[in-house]
T-cell receptor, first 115, second 108 residues
Framework: KAGVTQTPRYLIKTRGQQVTLSCSPI?????VSWYQQTPGQGLQFLFE???????NKGNFPGRFSGRQFSNSRSEMNVSTLELGDSALYLC??????????????FGEGSRLTVL | AQRVTQPEKLLSVFKGAPVELKCNYS??????LFWYVQYSRQRLQLLLR??SRESIKGFTADLNKGETSFHLKKPFAQEEDSAMYYC??????????FGQGTRLTINP
């Protein structure tokens, strides 16, 4: 099976712009979780989608949003970008809800730089 | 809310020496804990989970409810063990929450 695929791998934006990141889960996986990884904060949970519904949400402002499509692919969007949004955004998929197994399969990440 | 704390951001040991990566958790019930690892230029991946009581790549982790700890141990470190290690806990039976991570460096 192909692994979790994230696009784009790298992108540079300027403050105030918006960005959309895409994630294709492992075939058959219905849950997609998003995390923000930074050197100072480590891995911080953004949200989880399962069967096109947001099931859990972390403590991020409303500028961060996401959605999931019927084929389980997911996108996350960050609007009005700030310098502090520069990070590696990781997507992870699992067969069931992350909280039921704890076993996530991660993508390589999308590295966002905000100038 | 359940959370995990990894007190060491950096840990450096010599090859062949024992290694212990610390993880403390806050939870009053029966937690579900995990260790994830990210090798250089590789994806973050599950290393082991406490419920399995398994040894992976020579690593073991025992849940100590009295000390609320889930430390990751290996008796003899190898250079290929150099990586970023994250402790994680299932929070509220809903989401997987990670610690801040410990970067382990094995010196030759």
């Amino acid at each position: 099976k192909a692994g979790v695929t994230q696009t784009p791998r790298y992108l540079i934006k300027t403050r105030g712009q918006q960005v959309t990141l895409s994630c294709s889960p492992i075939s058959g996986h219905r849950s997609v979780s998003w995390y923000q990884q930074t050197p100072g904060q480590g891995l911080q949970f953004l949200f989880e989608y399962f069967s096109e519904t947001q099931r859990n949400k972390g403590n991020f402002p409303g500028r961060f949003s996401g959605r999931q499509f019927s084929n389980s692919r997911s996108e996350m969007n960050v609007s009005t970008l700030e310098l502090g949004d520069s990070a590696l955004y990781l997507c992870a998929s699992s067969e069931r809800l992350a909280g039921s197994t704890g076993e996530l399969f991660f993508g390589e990440g999308s590295r966002l730089t905000v100038l | 809310a359940q959370r995990v704390t990894q007190p060491e951001k950096l840990l450096s040991v010599f090859k062949g020496a024992p290694v212990e990566l610390k993880c403390n958790y806050s939870y009053s019930g029966s937690p579900e804990l995990f260790w994830y690892v990210q090798y250089s230029r590789q994806r973050l991946q599950l290393l082991l989970r406490h419920i399995s009581r398994e040894s992976i790549k020579g690593f073991t982790a025992d849940l100590n409810k009295g000390e609320t700890s889930f430390h990751l141990k290996k008796p003899f470190a190898q250079e290929e063990d150099s990586a970023m290690y994250y402790c994680a806990i299932i929070q509220g039976a809903q989401k997987l929450v990670f610690g801040q991570g410990t970067r382990l460096t094995i010196n030759p």
